[in-house]
């Protein structure tokens, strides 16, 4: 069974920076294996951030793009999300993914929020 467990959110200022971590088991062949991130905000559905495929080819939708940078390091099962400039906005649940021979896999989530 593969699990995913996301860290690294908290609250940060405006401006600020924040890694998020995601750390999966259950699976030996997570180097080959897409991973993401989405998030969600209060009342709102959940959107795409990133993504990164088995040969590190990275993806970012609009909202992210220049300020986030999604990363894997496979030797300990793990995905990044980088986020800089953090604005207001951004202040969501984040949650990360694995697609597995056709199955996504979800995270708990893990809260960022972004407050003076």
């Known amino acids: 069974q593969v699990q995913l467990v996301e860290s690294g959110g908290g609250l940060v200022q405006p401006g600020g920076s924040l890694t998020l971590s995601c750390t999966a088991s259950?699976?030996?062949?997570?180097?080959?294996?897409?991973l993401g991130w989405y998030r969600q905000s209060p009342g709102k559905q959940r959107e795409w951030v990133a993504t990164?495929?088995?040969?590190?080819?990275?993806t970012y939708a609009d909202s992210g793009k220049d300020r986030f940078t999604i990363s894997r390091e496979n030797s300990k099962n793990t995905a990044y999300l980088h986020m800089n400039g953090l604005k207001a906005e951004d202040t969501a649940v984040y949650y990360c993914?694995?697609?597995?021979?056709?199955?996504?896999?979800w995270g708990q989530g893990t809260q960022v929020t972004v407050s003076s």
């Open positions: 993914y694995l697609n597995r021979v056709g199955v996504d896999y």
């Open positions: 990164i495929t088995g040969d590190d080819k990275t």
């Open positions: 259950g699976t030996t062949i997570f180097n080959i294996l897409t």
